[in-house]
C-alpha cells in the first residue's frame, strides 16, 4: 500500500520557492544564450531580463532558512554560468553593463541630478538608489561621441556601485563614507559630461 506523505504549509511554501528559483535560473540562463546568438532584440532582452532580476531577488529571499544560492544549485544539479553572472554578480541586464547607442537620446542628463538630489536628502538604501542609478546608466549607454575617458573611468565607476548595490538586501543602506564617495564621483561624472557636451 503506497504511503501519502503530507507536507506543512511551510514545507508547501519552500518547494514552490525552490521551484520558482530554479525556474528564474533555468529561463535566465536561456535568455543570457539567446541575447548572444542575437535571437532576441535588445529591448524585448532588456524588458524580460529586469523582470527576471527583480523576481530573482524576491525568489532568493524566500528560500528555506540557511539554504544560499550555491547549495541551491548543487542540490538540483544546476550549471548555469551566464544566469549566474547576470543575476549574482552583475544584477543588472547587459544592455545596462555595456553601451547601446542611440542617436535619439535627449543630451540632458536630468538622472543625474535626480540621484544626487536623492543622496543629498540622506535616501541611501538600496532600493532608494538602485532605480535611479540603472536609469542613469541607461541614459548614458544612449548617448552617442562621449569620450572613451568618460566611458572607461566615470561610467566604470557607476556600474561599479550598481554592482555594489545589487549585493546589498532592500532595506540596506550606504555607510557615510561610501555615501560621501558615491556623491563625489556622481559629481565628477556629471561635470564630465557635461563638458563633453559643450565641445
Not at 527583480?54 to 529571499?61: E, L, P, W
Not at 548543487?74 to 544566469?83: F, G, N, S, T, W
Not at 547601446?100 to 538622472?111: E, F, N, T, W, Y
Not at 543629498?120 to 538604501?125: E, P
Request: contains cysteine.
Amino acid at each position: 500500500m503506497d504511503t501519502i506523505i503530507k507536507l506543512t504549509q511551510r514545507e508547501t511554501e519552500n518547494l514552490d520557492s525552490c521551484a520558482d528559483l530554479f525556474s528564474i535560473l533555468v529561463t535566465t540562463e536561456a535568455l543570457e544564450k539567446a541575447y548572444i546568438r542575437d535571437a532576441v532584440s535588445a529591448n524585448d532582452y532588456t524588458t524580460h531580463c529586469t523582470r527576471l532580476i527583480a523576481q530573482f531577488k524576491t525568489a532568493r529571499d524566500l528560500l528555506p532558512s540557511g539554504t544560499n544560492i550555491d547549495q541551491f544549485m548543487r542540490e538540483y544539479k544546476l550549471i548555469c554560468p551566464a544566469a549566474t553572472k547576470r543575476l549574482i554578480e552583475i544584477g543588472v541586464p547587459a544592455t545596462v553593463e555595456h553601451a547601446v547607442a542611440d542617436s535619439g537620446a535627449s543630451s540632458r542628463a536630468h538622472c543625474f541630478i535626480t540621484l544626487m538630489d536623492c543622496i543629498k536628502l540622506n535616501l541611501t538604501a538600496m532600493d532608494q538608489l538602485h532605480p535611479l542609478l540603472s536609469d542613469l546608466i541607461q541614459f548614458l549607454n544612449k548617448i552617442q561621441g562621449l569620450p572613451k575617458e568618460f566611458d572607461e573611468i566615470h561610467k566604470t565607476r557607476l556600474r561599479n556601485w550598481l554592482i555594489t548595490l545589487h549585493k546589498m538586501k532592500a532595506s540596506d543602506g550606504l555607510t557615510e563614507e561610501q555615501t560621501r564617495q558615491l556623491l563625489f564621483e556622481l559629481d565628477s561624472a556629471n561635470q564630465a559630461f557635461h563638458a563633453s557636451l559643450a565641445h
